[in-house]
């Protein structure tokens, strides 16, 4: 009995085993997940709360097209009611007062009625909801190409800030190696012992630029994970090399660039439609001052009853007998309307002169953009360019110091000097690549490119 609990327990241990691996293998997948740019870029655009507002007011928009589409068609309604009055009267007969007299009535009415013409305003804002939804889409359009900037930008932070941190941790691993030569030196009787206690101080130095850098990458990881509103535990992404960048990538001339954006770009198209917009506002309100045609048809019957009736018939038959058509026609006029056409007419134009500085604003602006872009990346491509020369210098010259160092003839401050110099290049470079390859990605999302590629 004791043998066959024994191995009943055994058998639970081992499923619980399994359990654990497999939520330990789950969990160690899901953390291992790393996130390409393309991947960020994807799922910022899918799960934006500003690209989801905007996407219900696309939905909103369809229904107010579907609304705008029904005011061609004509209005149908009926309705039906019973009276009951009570009190004094006249016999239609006798045509003597009757009192206490109670009556009861009841009616019923089918009614269409239909808009002839309302000088074209049910036209006009039909073609405005679709307009409307134009707009809304190219807006949508903008906030994702702002969205895709902003990621890659917050990629391209986390890649410069891994590179930082190679960079010290580096720097501390040379160092270590440095302090045990400096201690086999100083065993020798070749270098003082001071030497040491230096080189100790560099790399407590060189421990603090890695904490410091690593603080730096997660901070970085942390605002994209913020961006993409995803969980930042277990968050990674994908690290890929950014090729050394070369004078290739800057666009020779700005005007391509500019006649480009300006004639694709989805700032430029919504002005523009909203000129639109405003102009069509101006026929609505025009179509106060034309006349308005109307038609309506109604079918329709009544009962009544009273005690001192003449003639009295049965309820269907009565209604039978009064149902009755009626037909009717309307031309609506419009002499003086206290100055509310003229009024919303000269407001309409107003805003139309309004939307159209509107969009020399936008040309403006963008033109200042792009220019300010490119200034931009002449100036990074100008700075990488020098600090690729600067870093070569240094390189040398602080292998010229090892050198010396070694043979004695320089110090452990001097050799320290010529370090701090070579990471101050190394820093500058990555910086200045990182910059320049981002300043060429923002002319590139100008030109309509694709930003993850």
């Given at each position: 009995m004791k043998k066959e609990e024994e191995t009943v327990n055994m058998k639970v241990f081992k499923n619980i085993i399994s359990v654990c691996?497999?939520?330990?293998?789950?969990?160690?997948?899901?953390?291992?997940?790393?996130?390409?740019?393309?991947?960020?870029?994807?799922?910022?655009?899918?799960?934006?709360?500003?690209?989801?507002?905007?996407?219900?007011?696309?939905?909103?928009?369809?229904?107010?097209?579907?609304?705008?589409?029904?005011?061609?068609?004509?209005?149908?309604?009926?309705?039906?009611?019973?009276?009951?009055?009570?009190?004094?009267?006249?016999?239609?007969?006798?045509?003597?007062?009757?009192?206490?007299?109670?009556?009861?009535?009841?009616?019923?009415?089918?009614?269409?009625?239909?808009?002839?013409?309302?000088?074209?305003?049910?036209?006009?804002?039909?073609?405005?909801?679709?307009?409307?939804?134009?707009?809304?889409?190219?807006?949508?359009?903008?906030?994702?190409?702002?969205?895709?900037?902003?990621?890659?930008?917050?990629?391209?932070?986390?890649?410069?800030?891994?590179?930082n941190l190679e960079t010290a941790q580096a720097q501390y691993e040379f160092s270590e190696k440095q302090l045990i030569q400096v201690k086999d030196l100083v065993d020798a009787g070749v270098q003082p012992k001071a030497n040491i206690f230096d080189v100790e101080a560099t790399l407590s130095r060189d421990s603090q630029q890695v904490t410091i850098a690593e603080n730096n990458f997660n901070l970085a990881l942390l605002t994209l994970a913020q961006l993409l509103q995803v969980d930042f535990n277990g968050f990674a992404v994908a690290i890929i090399e950014v090729d050394t960048p070369s004078e290739s990538l800057m666009y020779k001339n700005i005007t391509p660039i500019l006649n480009f954006a300006l004639e694709h770009r989805n700032e430029i198209k919504v002005a523009e439609k909203t000129i639109e917009n405003a102009e069509l506002n101006t026929e609505i309100s025009k179509s106060g001052y034309y006349p308005s045609?109307?038609?309506?048809?109604?079918?329709?019957?009544?009962?009544?009853?009273?005690?001192?009736?003449?003639?009295?018939?049965?309820?269907?038959?009565?209604?039978?007998?009064?149902?009755?058509?009626?037909?009717?026609?309307?031309?609506?006029?419009p002499i003086f309307s206290r100055f509310q056409n003229k009024t919303a007419v000269a407001k309409s134009k107003i805003r139309e002169d309004n939307s159209k500085l509107g969009l020399e604003k936008a040309r403006l602006d963008l033109e200042s953009n792009i220019q300010r872009a490119y200034t931009d990346a002449q100036a990074a491509l100008k700075a990488f360019e020098a600090a690729k020369k600067s870093l070569t210098s240094q390189e040398l010259a602080f292998n010229n110091s090892k050198e010396r160092y070694d043979i004695g003839v320089m110090n452990t401050f001097e050799?320290?000097?010529?370090?701090?110099?070579?990471?101050?290049?190394?820093?500058?470079?990555?910086?200045?690549?990182?910059?320049?390859?981002?300043?060429?990605?923002?002319?590139?999302?100008?030109?309509?490119?694709?930003?993850?590629?």
């Open positions: 691996l497999v939520f330990t293998t789950v969990s160690s997948f899901a953390q291992d997940k790393k996130w390409t740019l393309e991947a960020c870029v994807n799922y910022a655009l899918e799960h934006n709360i500003s690209v989801k507002q905007v996407e219900n007011t696309l939905r909103i928009d369809e229904q107010e097209i579907i609304a705008a589409k029904g005011q061609f068609l004509p209005s149908l309604s009926g309705s039906f009611g019973e009276r009951m009055s009570i009190g004094s009267g006249f016999d239609p007969v006798t045509n003597q007062r009757i009192n206490n007299q109670t009556t009861h009535s009841f009616n019923y009415n089918l009614g269409v009625n239909q808009t002839i013409f309302n000088g074209f305003r049910t036209l006009n804002l039909y073609k405005q909801s679709l307009l409307n939804q134009e707009i809304d889409n190219l807006e949508l359009a903008k906030i994702k190409d702002d969205i895709a900037l902003n990621v890659v930008n917050a990629y391209l932070n986390v890649l410069f800030n891994k590179e045609v109307s038609f309506g048809y109604g079918f329709g019957s009544v009962w009544s009853e009273s005690r001192n009736d003449f003639i009295k018939q049965a309820f269907f038959r009565e209604l039978d007998l009064l149902k009755g058509h009626n037909l009717n026609l309307s031309v609506n006029i050799l320290e000097q010529a370090r701090i110099q070579l990471i101050n290049a190394e820093s500058s470079l990555i910086n200045a690549k990182y910059d320049f390859v981002f300043k060429t990605k923002v002319l590139d999302f100008y030109m309509g490119k694709p930003l993850t590629n």
